[in-house]
């Protein structure tokens, strides 16, 4: 065969530099995005945070026409200076978190006070007692083998083998600090295991309350019939009545089983909605939250810079001023993709704004794809971490999207309904005789919702709710 040359033509999708940043941040949650403004903000000097005394703001209503932009597409190159004027994120980004600069407080905020974790408190506890500096040490050695529940599950004869011998530390010294260890302020700390515990908190309280005693006894040797909801063979081995039972039950069940929990510090996680849900005129509307987004626009002093300059040093700035111009502009894009996906859910699910979970519908990413003539995949990334607040509450975008499934009216109901409805049938029971999982599906189907059994049982536990026997009370 003789070498020749073909000329083919084909179709490619590239992705430009300013496309992969619209992608990019599409996906990135409230807090991600002003990460990623602050970042920015460091590095290109051609952008720059609008301060407080800004005399525009973006209203955020869903019917609002988006500002106009520059009224030219040239790039820095050709013209650097065509948008030396703000864009879009000048008069549109609200701003939040900086004090006013008349606040005479600035500067000096509240700081909360740091809480003790649990081994300071305890040896904050231990260093008050009147015990001698031997028994502390011990006692502080003791602390330092507490998991983070304060369970001491390490054996004793472990412990003491750690220890050098010239420390003259024997077994009973370890088992008489482990009772000082456990009679400190917290009861139930250096327990062993959960009777332990339980005993531990039990024996604190006073002795003329009512149903201690017993609740002493079935911690100690009934903790099984308990668990198992068992009632009727605790009334038979303790011989007592249902009044009884029901009083040493409550004691139990108001115990910590973890007392390490009460010290254990967790870091607040709070979230900043997208977008603000209301009813104006009757009707369900979207509108951005001010406080969601970054007021940033073009630094006007080094445009100024760049238009006087035209040799080749000003080209570095023209790239970072090209830069600032995408990050600008792919802002305002995601912004307004994020409220045109609110709007469309809010017309959607407005059974759910006006009744609850129960009136929930079956939504899919494809409807709203279809409805915005958006890609699905688009879709996906406008709803993940993304939240809006509505008159019940905060909820992440994709909250309201879900299966459904068929009733006998021909119609569909989503899967987050039959879960309210499971819920409301559970805190509606008669505990002494809960709903098991085949009756529910049984209520259901009175309903017109076809739910089989093990459905029920999928619903009941991804929302935490324990199976019927451990639900049966006195």
């Not at 430009?16 to 599409?26: E, M, N, R, V």
């Not at 005993?199 to 609740?215: F, H, T, V, Y």
């Amino acid at each position: 065969m003789k070498p020749a040359l073909q000329l083919r033509q084909s179709q490619q999708l590239l992705l430009t530099p300013q496309l992969q940043q619209a992608i990019k941040l599409l996906q990135l949650s409230t807090l991600e995005i002003n990460q990623e403004a602050s970042r920015l903000l460091d590095e290109n000097p051609l952008l720059e945070r609008i301060d407080d005394n800004a005399n525009q703001t973006y209203s955020g209503s869903s019917d609002a026409q988006a500002p106009a932009q520059e009224s030219t597409e040239s790039t820095a190159a050709d013209n650097p200076v065509q948008d030396s004027t703000p864009e879009w994120g000048e008069a549109n980004f609200s701003h939040s978190g900086n004090a006013s600069p008349d606040d005479e407080d600035d500067g000096y905020q509240e700081v909360a006070a740091e809480r003790p974790n649990l081994r300071e408190h305890l040896l904050w506890q231990l260093n008050m007692s009147l015990l001698d500096d031997r028994d502390k040490k011990i006692i502080s050695l003791l602390v330092d083998a507490l998991d983070e529940n304060a369970y001491l599950t390490q054996p004793l004869e472990e412990i003491v083998e750690i220890f050098p011998e010239e420390l003259d530390i024997t077994l009973d010294d370890l088992e008489t600090a482990l009772v000082q260890l456990q009679h400190l302020d917290a009861p139930g700390i250096g327990a062993r295991d959960l009777r332990e515990c339980l005993a531990l908190q039990l024996n604190a309280l006073s002795e003329d309350i009512p149903g201690r005693d017993m609740a002493l006894t079935i911690v100690g040797e009934h903790l099984d019939l308990l668990a198992a909801r068992d009632f009727s063979k605790l009334k038979r081995v303790l011989r007592c009545d249902d009044d009884a039972l029901r009083t040493a039950q409550d004691l139990i069940v108001h115990l910590q089983p973890k007392p390490g929990m009460a010290f254990e510090h967790r870091a607040a996680d709070y979230v900043v909605p997208d977008v603000l849900i209301e009813k104006v005129g009757g009707i369900w509307k979207a509108r951005l939250n001010p406080e969601a987004m970054p007021r940033l626009r073009i630094n006007q002093v080094y445009a100024n810079i760049l238009q006087q300059r035209g040799d080749a040093s000003a080209q570095g700035m023209a790239t970072q001023l090209q830069e600032a111009r995408w990050f600008i502009k792919n802002l305002q894009q995601r912004f307004e993709t994020i409220l045109r996906v609110a709007q469309a859910i809010a017309q959607r699910q407005r059974q759910f704004f006006e009744h609850g979970d129960i009136a929930m519908r079956p939504l899919v990413l494809r409807e709203i794809a279809e409805q915005l003539e958006l890609h699905e995949s688009t879709i996906s990334r406008v709803t993940t971490q993304k939240f809006m607040l509505t008159p019940r509450g905060i909820y992440e975008f994709k909250y309201f999207f879900g299966s459904g499934l068929a009733t006998d009216a021909g119609g569909a109901c989503s899967s987050t309904a039959i879960r309210a409805l499971i819920k409301q049938m559970v805190g509606e029971e008669d505990t002494r005789q809960p709903l098991s999982d085949s009756r529910m599906s049984e209520i259901l189907a009175q309903q017109g919702i076809i739910v089989a059994r093990r459905t029920v049982a999928k619903y009941r536990e991804s929302m935490n709710i324990l199976p019927v026997n451990l639900r049966k009370s006195l």
